[in-house]
C-alpha cells in the first residue's frame, strides 16, 4: 500500500509585537496597530478647529485671500473650500477620504471626517479617520460693505421722462425684473419725472443702458467725474453718470405729427393715438386704421407732443354707431391694422346729458363700440390746445372728439382680477397721490392688450378669490389662467417659512 502525501504548504506565522506581547501577522514596525497608534500620530499637525469666514448680506464665503463664494450647505463647493482651508498641514499625509458630519443648521459648525494614510515606521502604512471642525465667523464682504453705506457708488443711470404718466415705467419695472437687471444696483431710488439706479462698476451701469436703448425708446448721454488720482501708480477713480431720457409719450396719448413725418409714415393723418410703446412708439390715425412705429431716432429727429394727458380724458356715451367697409386709402398709403375697426360714431358727454349737443366722430374702436356703452376721449373742440403743428393744420381736418378706450367699471374689474405683478424694492421719494390711479390704469392697459403682457411676468394671487356672477359680466377683457405664473415661495417641510441658513 502506498501513502499519497499531500503538497506541502506555507503558512504564515504570528509574531509577538514587542511592546504588548500580542500575537500579530508580521510587519515591518512589529507592533500592533494599537500600539503603532500610541507611538505615531499621523494627523499631527493637522488643525482640528478652523475658522470659516461667512457674509450673512448675501450668503457666501470667503475664499482666501478675496474670493467670495457662493456654496450650499454640505455641497462639493463647500467641500472643496474646506479642503483648502487645511491643505497646507496635508502635505505629509495622502487623503484618502472627506465628507460632511451632520450639524445644527444654526449651530455655526461645520465637521468633516477626514480619513488619511501616512508610511510610519519601517515603511508600515497607518491610516487614521478623524474629525475637523470649521467654526463659521461672520464677515462682512466688500460687496455688502458698499451696500450698507448706500452712499458708495461708482455709476449711476438716471433714467427719465417728461411726461405726468407713468405707464412706460410700470411697464420698464416688468421688463427689468423679468430679465433680473436690478439685482446688480446698490440701491434704486425713484424721484419725480424718474428712477436712478446706482452701481459698484461702470461695466454693470453699461449693462443697464445697453438693455434700455434695446427696450424702450431713449437717448443717452454720459458724464464722468474724477473722485481721486494716485500720481505714483497712474491709476484714477471715476464717478460715472448715465442720462437716459425717454420719449414724452405714453399709451392712449393724443398726437400731432409734423407734416413731413406724417408723409414719411405713408400719408397717415397728422393727429395720431399711441397704442402701445415698447421699443418703438406704435401709432394708429384714427381716421384710416393707418399704424406706423417711430424709433428713438426718428422722434429726436422729428419731435412731437403730447396733447393731452389721462386727467383730460372725459367720458362720452355712444348713441350711434355705423362700421365703414371698404375704405380706400390714398397712393402711398402704409400698413392699415387688421386688430382694429373702422366706424363712424355720435356720441355725448355724460355731463351734458341734459342737453342735445352730441359730436361725430371717426373712431379704431368700431370692433368694441355699441350704442350705449362708456367710452373714454378727449374733447378738441372745447379745448385750448397750444401745439406747432396743430396750430398750422386745416381747421377741417381736425376732429371735434378722438375716442381713445371703450371705459368698463373699475371696481368690478378690481375685484375679480385675481392676478398680480411684482415689484422693485426701491426708495420713493416725493411720490404723488395720483400714483395708485394710474397702477390700476397700467394693470387695465395689460388686460386689454395681449401684446403688451407678452414680456411681462403675470403671477396667480392665491390669497384672492374672485367673485364670479352673472351680473358682473360686462363684456371687459381678462387675463386667462394659462397665462399666469405660480409665484415661488421657498418653505421647509413643516410648510412654514423657510429660515436663513446663518443667524446669530
Avoid at 148 to 173: G, I, N
Avoid at 176 to 191: F, G, M, V
Avoid at 270 to 293: F, G, K, M, W
Avoid at 361 to 382: K, M, P, S, W, Y
Wanted: net charge negative.
Amino acid at each position: 500500500m502506498e501513502y499519497m502525501q499531500a503538497p506541502a504548504t506555507s503558512s504564515q506565522g504570528n509574531i509577538l509585537c514587542c511592546t504588548c506581547g500580542v500575537p500579530i501577522p508580521p510587519n515591518p514596525a512589529n507592533m500592533c496597530v494599537a500600539c503603532l497608534r500610541t507611538q505615531v500620530d499621523i494627523s499631527e499637525g493637522i488643525p482640528k478647529q478652523v475658522t470659516v469666514h461667512f457674509c450673512k448680506q448675501c450668503e457666501r464665503y470667503l475664499q482666501p485671500p478675496t474670493t467670495w463664494m457662493q456654496c450650499a450647505l454640505e455641497s462639493r463647493e463647500l467641500l472643496a473650500l474646506c479642503l483648502k482651508k487645511i491643505k497646507s498641514s496635508m502635505t505629509k499625509v495622502r487623503l484618502i477620504d472627506a465628507g460632511f458630519l451632520w450639524t445644527e443648521p444654526h449651530s455655526k459648525r461645520i465637521k468633516m471626517k477626514l480619513t488619511v494614510q501616512k508610511e510610519v515606521m519601517n515603511g508600515a502604512i497607518l491610516q487614521q479617520v478623524f474629525v475637523v471642525e470649521f467654526v463659521i465667523q461672520s464677515q462682512m464682504c466688500d460687496d455688502c460693505h458698499r451696500v450698507e453705506a448706500k452712499d458708495f457708488w461708482k455709476a449711476v443711470v438716471q433714467v427719465r421722462q417728461k411726461t405726468v404718466h407713468k405707464k412706460t415705467f410700470y411697464y420698464l419695472e416688468q421688463l427689468i425684473l423679468k430679465h433680473k437687471l436690478h439685482q446688480n444696483a446698490l440701491n434704486i431710488k425713484e424721484i419725480h419725472e424718474g428712477i436712478d439706479f446706482y452701481y459698484a462698476s461702470k461695466q454693470h451701469a453699461q449693462k443697464m443702458v445697453d438693455f434700455l436703448q434695446c427696450t424702450v425708446p431713449c437717448r443717452s448721454k454720459t458724464s464722468q467725474r474724477l473722485i481721486s488720482h494716485d500720481i505714483h501708480s497712474n491709476t484714477y477713480n471715476y464717478k460715472s453718470t448715465f442720462s437716459m431720457e425717454i420719449v414724452p409719450i405714453c399709451k392712449d396719448n393724443v398726437v400731432c405729427l409734423s407734416p413731413r413725418l406724417a408723409q414719411s409714415l405713408g400719408n397717415m393723418g397728422q393727429v395720431c393715438v399711441c397704442v402701445r410703446v415698447t421699443s418703438t412708439i406704435h401709432l394708429i390715425d384714427p381716421n384710416t386704421l393707418q399704424i406706423a412705429e417711430v424709433d428713438g431716432n426718428t422722434y429726436w429727429r422729428n419731435p412731437f407732443n403730447s396733447l393731452c394727458n389721462p386727467r383730460q380724458l372725459e367720458e362720452f356715451i355712444v348713441m350711434d354707431t355705423d362700421i365703414i367697409r371698404d375704405q380706400k386709402l390714398g397712393a402711398g398709403a402704409g400698413l392699415r391694422s387688421n386688430k382694429h375697426t373702422l366706424a363712424e360714431v355720435w356720441v355725448q358727454k355724460t355731463s351734458e346729458m341734459d342737453t342735445s349737443q352730441q359730436y361725430h366722430c371717426r373712431t379704431f374702436l368700431g370692433h368694441l363700440l355699441n350704442i350705449g356703452d362708456l367710452v373714454q376721449g378727449f374733447d378738441f373742440a372745447n379745448s385750448n390746445i397750444n401745439d406747432e403743428y396743430l396750430n398750422k393744420m386745416n381747421p377741417h381736418h381736425v376732429p371735434d372728439v378722438v375716442l381713445i378706450k371703450k371705459s368698463y367699471d373699475r371696481s368690478r374689474r378690481v375685484k375679480r382680477r385675481n392676478w398680480k405683478l411684482q415689484e422693485m424694492s426701491r426708495d420713493r421719494d416725493g411720490m404723488d397721490t395720483d400714483d395708485e390711479r394710474q397702477y390700476q390704469d397700467f394693470l387695465e392697459d395689460l388686460e386689454e392688450d395681449e401684446n403688451l403682457r407678452k414680456n411681462v411676468n403675470i403671477y396667480r394671487d392665491a390669497s384672492k378669490i374672485p367673485v364670479e356672477s352673472d351680473t358682473d359680466d360686462d363684456g371687459a377683457p381678462r387675463i386667462s389662467l394659462m397665462e399666469m405664473l405660480e409665484e415661488l415661495s421657498l418653505s421647509d417641510a413643516t410648510g412654514g417659512e423657510g429660515a436663513d441658513m446663518m443667524t446669530d
